[in-house]
Antibody, heavy 122, light 111 residues
Framework: QVKLVESGGGVVQPGRSLRLSCAAS????????MDWVRQAPGKGLEWVAV????????WIAESVKGRFTISRDNSKNTLYLQMNSLKVDDTAVYYC???????????????WGQGTLVAVSS | QSVLTQPPSVSAASGQKVTISCSGS????????VSWYQQLPGAAPKLLIY???KRPSGIPDRFSGSKSGTSATLGITGLQTGDEADYYC????????????FGTGTRVTVL
């Protein structure tokens, strides 16, 4: 069965960096686009970034552009989110999700991990 | 910042029906397929409806979706206490920057 397990979250000071990982199993990772979605405490879902099956195409939300980078290693079945210059407003649970297609677009996120909490605080 | 607008909350008695609207624009809901996600308390989101009106395997037919113009609607019939959750619409935005967008979210309460 499809399994997505996020890791790398924690408490970090404003301005510091953090890298999240998402280990995928139960499907052919290299055939699917993948994305990151976050949810601040008590708030709604906010899409963060998406990467195509081969890593050649990426889209990133304006709210994190220039600070966050999405990448993947298909040889390790792992998705990453490099977060730099973190702000208090980046505090959220970060979910990785599989996109139901090789390339981003209208296709939904059909499987989700359980999320990892990132808390940015001084 | 959500660009898709949903009502904050809807409620109905057990066994009744609720509908949730999702209003967007020509660059997102008006142009691309809409999906719906259910988020039970303390859980990760789960795909409920995709391509406007299709249900993934295992989703009961009490859940339905439709789209007209720039608005989409999720319907839940035979409401159960287990349906109490937050519901989000989502779709791709084909504007210059692109990217996926979610609705503001709707809390469903079973009275």
């Amino acid at each position: 069965q499809v399994k997505l397990v996020e890791s790398g979250g924690g408490v970090v000071q404003p301005g510091r960096s953090l890298r999240l990982s998402c280990a995928a199993s139960g499907f052919t990772f290299s055939s699917y686009a993948m994305d990151w979605v976050r949810q601040a405490p008590g708030k709604g879902l906010e899409w963060v970034a998406v990467i195509s099956y081969d890593g050649n195409n990426r889209w990133i939300a304006e709210s994190v552009k220039g600070r966050f980078t999405i990448s993947r290693d298909n040889s390790k079945n792992t998705l990453y989110l490099q977060m730099n210059s973190l702000k208090v407003d980046d505090t959220a649970v970060y979910y990785c999700a599989r996109v139901a297609d090789a390339n981003p677009g209208s296709s939904p996120s059909d499987y989700w991990g359980q999320g990892t909490l990132v808390a940015v605080s001084s | 910042q959500s660009v898709l607008t949903q009502p904050p909350s809807v409620s109905a008695a057990s066994g009744q029906k609720v509908t949730i609207s999702c209003s967007g624009s020509s660059s997102n809901t008006g142009k691309n397929y809409v999906s719906w996600y259910q988020q039970l308390p303390g859980a990760a989101p789960k795909l409920l409806i995709y391509d406007n009106n299709k249900r993934p395997s295992g989703i009961p037919d009490r859940f339905s979706g439709s789209k007209s113009g720039t608005s989409a609607t999720l319907g839940i019939t035979g409401l159960q206490t287990g349906d109490e959750a937050d519901y989000y619409c989502g779709t791709w935005d084909s504007s210059l920057s692109g990217g996926y967008v979610f609705g503001t979210g709707t809390r469903v309460t079973v009275l």
